[in-house]
């Protein structure tokens, strides 16, 4: 299974970004999926999740900015940030939970997204 993200860039305070993160592989779930961030000496953190039944969760940090879904049938999965603040500034990362009997947790590569004017 590899997770491939894709999407960040420079973007002005107050714009939009769409990140996206394409799945690749046999996953047979259910699964879990979520995106962190990690800013230049800070830990990783959770941004948005969404569980196999739909339940999303975000941070205050980003609640009501930040927008989490998937695509099934193109096993994709994306992030849409609006009113982006320089604070949001880190390395985006995906990622996916397989609850199957299989298990396992998958990690994309990160992409950048830099908030600045």
């Known amino acids: 299974v590899q997770l491939q993200a894709s999407g960040g860039g420079l973007v002005q305070p107050g714009g939009s970004l769409r990140l996206s993160c394409a799945v690749s592989g046999s996953i047979v779930g259910p699964t879990a999926i979520a995106w962190f961030r990690q800013a230049p000496g800070k830990k990783r953190e959770l941004v948005a999740s969404?569980?196999?039944?739909?339940?999303?969760y975000y941070p205050d940090s980003v609640k009501g900015r930040f927008t989490i879904s998937r695509d099934n049938a193109e096993n994709t999965m994306f992030l849409q940030m609006n009113s982006l603040k320089p604070e949001d500034t880190a390395v985006y990362y995906c990622r996916l939970d397989d609850f199957s009997s299989r298990g396992g947790v998958y990690w994309g590569q990160g992409t950048q997204v830099t908030v600045s004017s």
């Open positions: 969404i569980t196999s039944g739909d339940t999303t």
